[in-house]
C-alpha cells in the first residue's frame, strides 16, 4: 500500500517475471478492501508462475496463452462442459429434468453476469454480488410472478450457488485449474438461508382414509386410478413412478425397478407391488396395447403423465383440496408405524430414506428388506380396503336414515 500526503492510500502489486520487474496497480482503499486486494495479489502471482505478464491478464491486450486459458475456464464454456461431463462420465448421471432445471438456472438468471467472465478472473465478492442481485431483483419467474417478497427467490440463490460450485469444481478436478472455489468463501453467508421453513406436504389424515380408497377405485380413466393406487400403496415419489416404463414391471416378481437417474437419492430401487396392483397394471397393459419402451402413465404430448395430475387428481376430481400426490408417503409411513407389525428399517427402506444411525448404517445399508417390504404393500391394500367398507357402511346408514 502507497499513502500519499493526502492521506490517499493505493494498492500495488510488485513481482518480476523473469528478469522484469512488474508493477500493476489494484485500485485505492476502501474502494478496494484488503480481503479483495488478495484475491487479486493471488491472480498476479498465479499468472506470473503460468509465464503470463498480470498487466496482460487485467488489461484489454491478452496473450494467446491467456485467451486460451479463459476460453477453456469461462463460465459459458464450463457450464455445457459440466452438463456433458454429468450426462457421459459419471455414475450417478443427471436426468432430463436435472438438466433442464440447470440449463434454465444459467440462462434466466447467471448468463447476463457472467456470459464473458472466467473462473480465473471472477472474484468470490464479485460471485456473492451476482447471487444478492438475483435474490433480490425482482426477475419474473416462468409463472411471471414478480413479488420477490412473497415469492423469494431464496430456492432460485441456492441453485444458482449450487450449479457455480459444480462449475469451479469441475474446472478445479478436471481442468486442473490451481485457483480456489469461490463458493467455498461464500457458502455460508446469510443470502442462502431460507426465510420461512418449507411448506409441509400434508397427507389424506386418516377419517378420510375410507372415502379416498373408494374415490381413487371409482375413477373413470384407468391410468389415473392406477398411478395413485400405486402411489397409495408403494409410497413412491411422483417422479419417479410417472418417468417408469413397461420394461421396469415385471409381472412375474410382482417388482417395479426404478434406474437410479430417476431417484431422488441416484441409487437404483425396486418396490415390490401388492396383488391388486399387480392385477391393475396387468389391465392396464392389455387396454392400452403399449409395448416394453412405452410409458405406463402417458401424456397429451406422447411423453410421460404430467407431474402435476395426480395432486390435481386429489385435490381436484377426489376432492381432497387440502392433500397432496407426495403426502401419499407419510400416509404409508405413519400407517405401518401405528400397526407395531413392521421393521421400521423396513419402512424407511421402502421409503427410499438413508439409514441415519451410523452403526445400522454400517450394519445394514447394503440390505435390501425387499422381502420384509413385500408385506408392508399388501398391508396398505389391507387397511384402505378396510377404511373403505367402514366408510360404506357409513354412507349406507347415513341413506337409510334419509330414506
Known amino acids: 500500500m502507497r499513502v500519499r500526503d493526502s492521506l490517499q492510500k493505493d494498492w500495488f502489486y510488485r513481482g518480476k517475471l523473469g528478469s522484469n520487474v512488474i508493477k500493476r496497480g489494484l485500485g485505492s482503499y476502501p474502494t478496494v478492501s484488503l480481503e479483495e486486494v488478495r484475491d487479486?495479489?493471488?491472480?498476479?502471482k498465479k499468472c506470473v508462475l503460468k509465464g503470463i505478464d498480470p498487466r496482460d491478464h487485467f488489461g484489454s491486450q491478452k496473450n494467446e496463452n491467456l485467451k486460451a486459458s479463459d476460453d477453456m475456464y469461462k463460465f459459458s464454456t464450463l457450464i455445457e462442459d459440466v452438463i456433458e461431463y454429468n450426462t457421459t462420465m459419471t455414475d450417478k448421471v443427471w436426468s432430463e429434468p436435472h438438466i433442464k432445471r440447470y440449463r434454465g438456472i444459467w440462462k434466466n438468471y447467471l448468463e447476463k453476469y457472467l456470459k464473458n467472465s472466467s473462473v480465473t478472473n471472477t472474484s468470490h465478492t464479485e460471485i456473492l454480488a451476482i447471487l444478492k442481485k438475483i435474490k433480490s431483483d425482482p426477475v419474473p419467474l416462468v409463472s411471471g410472478k414478480t413479488d420477490t417478497k412473497r415469492y423469494n427467490r431464496t430456492t432460485t440463490t441456492n441453485l444458482a450457488k449450487t450449479l457455480l460450485n459444480i462449475m469451479y469444481t469441475y474446472a478445479i478436478d478436471e481442468l486442473q485449474w490451481d485457483g480456489?472455489?469461490?463458493?467455498?468463501?461464500?457458502?455460508?453467508?446469510?443470502?442462502?438461508?431460507?426465510?420461512?421453513?418449507?411448506?409441509?406436504?400434508?397427507?389424506?389424515?386418516e377419517e378420510d382414509f375410507g372415502r379416498y380408497w373408494h374415490s381413487v377405485k371409482s375413477l373413470n380413466n384407468m391410468e389415473d386410478r392406477v398411478a395413485l393406487m400405486v402411489l397409495t400403496t408403494t409410497g413412491l415419489r411422483v417422479a419417479s413412478l410417472l418417468n417408469a416404463r413397461w420394461s421396469w414391471y415385471n409381472k412375474a416378481k410382482k417388482t417395479l425397478s426404478i434406474p437410479s437417474e430417476f431417484m431422488k437419492r441416484k441409487e437404483s430401487f425396486v418396490?415390490?407391488?401388492?396383488?391388486?396392483?399387480?392385477?391393475?397394471?396387468?389391465?392396464?397393459?392389455?387396454?392400452?396395447?403399449?409395448?416394453?419402451?412405452?410409458?405406463?402413465?402417458?401424456?397429451?404430448?406422447?411423453?410421460?403423465?404430467?407431474?402435476?395430475?395426480p395432486r390435481k387428481l386429489i385435490r381436484e376430481m377426489l376432492g381432497f383440496s387440502y392433500a397432496t400426490a407426495h403426502g401419499a408417503r407419510t400416509v404409508l409411513k405413519t400407517t405401518c408405524e401405528k400397526s407395531h407389525r413392521f421393521n421400521s428399517l423396513a419402512i424407511e427402506a421402502q421409503l427410499h430414506h438413508d439409514i441415519t444411525d451410523k452403526v445400522e448404517r454400517s450394519y445394514m445399508a447394503d440390505y435390501d428388506w425387499l422381502a420384509e417390504r413385500f408385506p408392508i404393500v399388501e398391508y396398505m391394500v389391507t387397511e384402505m380396503e378396510k377404511k373403505e367398507k367402514e366408510y360404506l357402511a357409513v354412507m349406507n346408514i347415513g341413506k337409510k336414515e334419509l330414506a
Open 40 to 44: 487479486l495479489i493471488n491472480i498476479c
Open 180 to 205: 480456489d472455489n469461490a463458493i467455498d468463501r461464500i457458502r455460508s453467508n446469510k443470502i442462502f438461508k431460507k426465510m420461512k421453513k418449507p411448506v409441509k406436504h400434508s397427507s389424506v389424515i
Open 271 to 309: 418396490t415390490p407391488l401388492p396383488d391388486m396392483v399387480v392385477d391393475a397394471l396387468n389391465n392396464l397393459k392389455n387396454a392400452s396395447g403399449s409395448t416394453k419402451d412405452d410409458y405406463i402413465f402417458h401424456g397429451r404430448d406422447g411423453g410421460h403423465m404430467n407431474f402435476n395430475r
